[in-house]
């Protein structure tokens, strides 16, 4: 079965760095290396957002409150997918999770959670002043 397993998450002061994977587990992972991919994060009591995204082109999009410190990219070659974390802020203090589509190769429409359909377990992140 197809598995998203993230990886990287822990704890950070403020303007330090971090960088977070994501590895897609299946013998079928080219599906996925086609497909729009993207990081979510939820805090305690907030609702799930999205945080990057990128398509097989490697074109990005981000949310404004990470755009120019948070870099989201891909390496299919080792099947798997980052977030590097630059400057980050006690606000990002969150759970990441990691998620794909196996069909559509570009992101419109991938702000919304209901656009994947694999999930990773998410990886914690804490980020201290």
């Known amino acids: 079965q197809v598995r998203l397993v993230e990886s990287g998450g822990g704890s950070v002061q403020a303007g330090g760095s971090l960088r977070l994977s994501c590895a897609v587990l299946?013998?079928?992972?080219?599906?996925?290396?086609?497909?729009?991919m993207a990081w979510f994060r939820q805090a305690p009591g907030k609702e799930r957002e999205a945080v990057a995204t990128?398509?097989?082109?490697?074109?990005?999009t981000y949310a404004a409150s990470v755009k120019g410190r948070f870099t989201i990219s891909r390496d299919n070659a080792k099947n798997t997918q980052y977030l590097q974390m630059n400057d980050p802020k006690p606000e990002d203090t969150a759970m990441y999770l990691c998620?794909?589509?196996?069909?559509?190769?570009?992101?419109?429409?991938?702000?919304?959670?209901?656009?994947?359909?694999?999930w990773g377990q998410g990886t914690q992140v804490t980020v201290s002043s």
């Open positions: 990128i398509d097989i082109n490697g074109r990005t």
């Open positions: 998620a794909a589509d196996s069909v559509r190769p570009y992101c419109t429409g991938g702000f919304q959670a209901t656009f994947y359909n694999r």
């Open positions: 299946t013998t079928y992972a080219y599906a996925y290396n086609t497909a729009c």
